[in-house]
């Protein structure tokens, strides 16, 4: 059973930088899928916030172009959000999973890691 283990989450001023990572169970998922970051914030839906394919394209919401990077280590089975110019609006709990053809979460959702932003 493929599981995600998402951590690096906390509180945060807006303006700071942080760093989430992706552990994945098996090695194969970021070989073979696109691989996302997706947040959900109190009250609102799971969106996505940035994916990366098996190729090495990424794509970004817009909300996020320019402030957030993704990006995956293959020998070490793990993926990465770098967050930088946080703002409050990005307070939510972050989530990673795979998808294909649009389809996201693929496998089962881990339990994420919350970021607060908040002065």
């Known amino acids: 059973q493929v599981q995600f283990v998402e951590s690096g989450g906390c509180s945060v001023q807006p303006g700071g930088p942080l760093r989430l990572s992706c552990a994945a169970s098996?090695?194969?998922?970021?070989?073979?899928?696109?691989t996302a970051w997706y947040r959900q914030a109190p009250g609102k839906q799971r969106e996505l916030v940035a994916s990366?394919?098996?190729?090495?394209?990424?794509n970004y919401a817009d909300s996020v172009k320019g402030r957030f990077t993704i990006s995956r280590d293959k020998a070490k089975n793990t993926l990465s959000l770098q967050m930088n110019s946080l703002k409050p609006e990005d307070t939510a709990v972050y989530y990673c999973?795979?998808?294909?053809?649009?389809?996201?979460?693929?496998?089962?959702w881990g339990r994420g890691s919350q970021v607060t932003v908040s002065s």
């Open positions: 990366i394919s098996n190729g090495g394209s990424t």
């Open positions: 999973n795979a998808e294909v053809a649009g389809v996201s979460g693929l496998f089962a």
């Open positions: 098996e090695r194969y998922i970021l070989h073979i899928y696109t």
